[in-house]
């Protein structure tokens, strides 16, 4: 074993056969926290994007805080309702592009896949970047180094999902449980010390007045109605991730269809009343919230401005319950939500693997994207999602704000499409099911879907409406390149499979007449060798052929070649420019005849070595010729192989030699 593949090793691990597929298998149990922990995550900002947001209408905004927490927190639940009818119907794997190729046609399944792989990236550079902003309530110093951070934490997630599911899984359960019992805890002892207890709860921005951008702390009728609706599409960020658990239904144990349908009922009972119970803990606590990019600021009592935005939604909150009697309760839930944030990006490193396994079988992706790895993960898939979502992170300087405009568009499409294709296709399923029990089942399921399709729908129109001058432009055309690309790989693969169908007409005649050349570059035994097995093929004509690069090396080839006698001519081409390439070229031309069923074999004599640094000194110009040969019609290149004594030093040529 090498330096490089031991280190391989160690990183990510032995090697699994396919056989040990069964053993990546997850319970319910590791697949809630492995395929929700996004959604789950989503808590901790998408509360500070709804108040961020509502900033820009002043005080008046923050009065429908928790309105638009109830909608997104609706939402939520008839999402995931409506996605346990697809896992059910739909258990391979392929979640709603399966579902748009099976009842909408090619192009809405393209366009659902686009969508997705660009949703996934950026859920991993949003769930990254929120991520270390939580971090800076504990940790300050972080202040200015947010981007290298966010960097580091998406190379580490990549790393631990190259080890395969299961490892990854029991690095992800312990946070996500803990993250979720402390933020119920957090909210229903907040609720409890508030409503029941009436004790004033304030938090640490209060007392502090916000003002919009224009310079008011009220805002105008049609202003307040659009901020209301852009702060409820920054809400419905929440959502993402739903779709993750239907494209892994594979990952689970039998029964995976009930399993997965279990796991999202878990989701929606778990994330709907935390959402929108710290929605309204933050209301009632007043909590206030801004982005100073946009222009709004606050106003202290004393009358004094403030620029800077406060500590996070999750940090006022912990601090306003805890605080004041169990100063570890605070810790406990800042650090829960950094780690769930920062390991929710785990979500697409499933997802995108999956999704783009699936595409690529179909061929709209590279077929490398299909082959699993040595630990039976899709390997490329997560190694690409980790690279695209660092350049995002990279561009957008991991600001959590800018990236969320992108955000929750693509996620929608997929949904509003996904549903659609649901409706047709408990619709064709009815055309011929002639069984009460069951038609009644589909009729139940075809209403859950109905429902679904024109929630999500609307709330597209809104999100697509209310963003699209933020940033969600970006989105759209970040999907339409990938789109267009895809459909460029299909039409590509296509165009190579029907140019290498077999024709039992023409493709099983033999060659009329084969001209071999042997390129002589030196007289040794790689030469040797090459002629020998020119001899042994049999062809029609075989000749040798030396390039006069340099008056005195071609002499001596030639003085070596007559006393050897290897029984075939040896051709002599001058290179007044000393070239080898184009001379070459322009003879092997010359012998292509106009009869197609002519061929012209070149032998090339190729020296095998054993350490990297050798390569570079051997085979540039034969390896130049090959390439070039092989573009043209007619034209057959052997490689005559010849193992130097240190290739024989490798430890696979050592066992075989044993």
């Not at 550079?125 to 800076?136: D, E, F, I, N, R």
């Not at 019992?181 to 957090?186: D, V």
């Not at 399993?259 to 994330?271: G, Q, S």
């Not at 399923?429 to 399709?453: F, H, P, W, Y």
């Amino acid at each position: 074993m090498n330096i490089v593949a031991g280190l391989k090793r160690v990183l990510v691990g032995r090697r699994l056969s396919n056989s040990q597929l069964g053993e990546t298998l997850l319970p319910r149990r590791l697949a809630l926290p492995v395929f929700a922990s996004d959604a789950l995550s989503s808590v901790a900002y998408a509360p500070d994007e709804i108040l961020i947001t509502l900033a820009l209408a002043g005080m008046t905004g923050y009065l429908f805080s928790w309105q638009i927490g109830l909608a997104v927190g609706l939402v939520i639940a008839i999402v995931v309702l409506s996605y346990r009818q697809t896992v059910r119907a739909y258990p391979s794997g392929g979640g709603d592009y399966e579902v748009a190729a099976a009842n909408l046609g090619r192009h809405a399944a393209v366009t659902v896949a686009s969508a997705l792989l660009v949703d996934y990236v950026l859920t991993v550079a949003v769930s990254v970047s929120a991520g270390v902003l939580q971090a800076k309530a504990i940790l300050p110093w972080l202040e200015g180094i947010e981007t290298p951070v966010a960097v580091g934490v998406i190379g580490c997630l990549a790393l631990i999902n190259l080890r395969g599911m299961r490892p990854s899984a029991g690095v992800f359960a312990w946070p996500t449980y803990l993250f979720v019992f402390s933020m119920l805890m957090m909210v229903v002892i907040g609720l409890i010390r508030i409503l029941v207890l009436g004790q004033p709860l304030r938090s640490e921005t209060a007392h502090l007045v916000v003002v919009n951008p224009e310079g008011s702390t009220t805002a105008a009728g049609w202003l307040l109605v659009a901020v209301i609706t852009r702060a409820f599409s920054s809400g419905c960020a929440a959502l993402t991730g739903v779709e993750a658990v239907a494209a892994g239904v594979p990952a689970f144990r039998p029964p995976k269809s009930r399993n997965a349908a279990t796991v999202l009922a878990t989701l929606a009972a778990i994330a709907v009343p935390m959402f929108v119970g710290i929605v309204a803990l933050a209301r009632l606590t007043d909590v206030h919230l801004i982005d100073e990019l946009t222009g709004a600021h606050y106003v202290a009592p004393d009358g004094s401005t403030i620029h800077n935005a406060a500590v996070t939604v999750t940090g006022q909150l912990a601090r306003t319950v805890f605080g004041d009697w169990f100063a570890p309760g605070f810790y406990v839930v800042v650090l829960a939500a950094i780690a769930i944030l920062l390991l929710a990006a785990n979500t697409p490193f499933n997802g995108f693997p999956g999704l783009a396994s699936i595409l690529a079988k179909d061929g709209y992706l590279p077929r490398q994207l299909h082959a699993r790895g040595d630990r039976l993960a899709h390997s490329n898939g997560i190694i690409s999602l980790a690279i695209a979502a660092i350049l995002l992170v990279v561009v957008f300087d991991a600001s959590v704000t800018a990236l969320i405009q992108l955000y929750v568009v693509g996620v929608f499409i997929s949904f509003t499409l996904g549903q659609a294709g649901m409706v047709r296709h408990w619709t064709k399923a009815l055309r011929t099911e002639l069984d009460r029990g069951k038609r009644a089942r589909m009729q139940r399921s075809r209403v859950i879907n109905l429902i679904g399709t024109a929630c999500t729908g609307t709330v597209l129109a809104v999100v697509l409406v209310s963003k699209f001058t933020h940033g969600a432009w970006l989105a759209l055309l970040a999907m339409a390149a990938v789109f267009l690309a895809m459909l460029k790989v299909h039409q590509h693969y296509n165009q190579v499979r029907e140019e290498l169908a077999l024709d039992a007409g023409t493709d099983r005649i033999l060659p009329s007449r084969v001209h071999a050349v042997v390129l002589v570059q030196h007289i040794n035994r790689p030469t040797a060798k090459a002629i020998a097995y020119a001899k042994a093929s049999r062809a029609t004509t075989l000749t040798g052929v030396t390039i006069a690069v340099d008056n005195e090396e071609t002499r001596d080839v030639v003085a070596a070649w007559d006393e050897e006698d290897f029984g075939i001519p040896l051709r002599v081409i001058a290179s007044p420019y000393r070239e080898i390439t184009q001379p070459f070229l322009r003879f092997v031309s010359e012998l292509r005849s106009e009869n197609p069923r002519d061929v012209v074999a070149v032998y090339i004599p190729d020296y095998v070595v054993g350490r990297w640094w050798e390569r570079v000194l051997h085979n540039q110009s034969s390896r130049l010729i090959r390439d070039r040969l092989h573009v043209m019609k007619g034209v057959m290149v052997i490689s005559v192989p010849y193992q130097l004594s240190s290739s024989l030093r490798r430890p696979e040529n050592q066992a075989r030699r044993s």
